[in-house]
């Protein structure tokens, strides 16, 4: 089991940042393929980001390149999400997810997951 606790949410102006964070808990936090994925009312969940074991691999939602940045710190078992430029659009609840495969785009490949952070950009 790993237990995943996000924060960093909150209201922000349009061209704003927010930095979120992700806590892992449990087993091995550098087994796992780490990726962000977010939730916008009456739509589904989709990919943001993703960063494999040693962080030295990151892959990104082409609607977010050049604005976000994932990153992790094994020694702390926190992922984290840096995001630039917002925009209205993002709005979002924003989830973190763990894959104990090779993680991908797709939710489904995904095991734990954490209760989400809100993000509210106004224009």
């Known amino acids: 089991q790993v237990q995943l606790v996000e924060s960093g949410g909150g209201l922000v102006q349009a061209g704003g940042s927010l930095r979120l964070s992700c806590a892992a808990s449990?087993?091995?936090?550098?087994?796992?393929?780490l990726g962000w994925f977010r939730q916008a009312p009456g739509k589904e969940r989709e990919f943001v980001a993703g960063i494999n074991w040693t962080g030295g691999s990151t892959y990104y939602a082409n609607f977010v390149k050049g604005r976000f940045t994932i990153s992790r710190d094994n020694a702390k078992n926190t992922v984290y999400l840096q995001m630039n430029s917002l925009k209205p659009e993002d709005t979002a609840v924003y989830y973190c997810?763990?894959?104990?495969?090779?993680?991908?785009?797709?939710?489904?490949?995904?095991?734990?997951w954490g209760q989400g952070t809100q993000v509210t950009v106004s224009s």
């Open positions: 997810g763990a894959s104990s495969g090779l993680g991908s785009r797709n939710r489904n490949d995904y095991d734990y």
């Open positions: 449990g087993r091995t936090f550098s087994n796992y393929v």
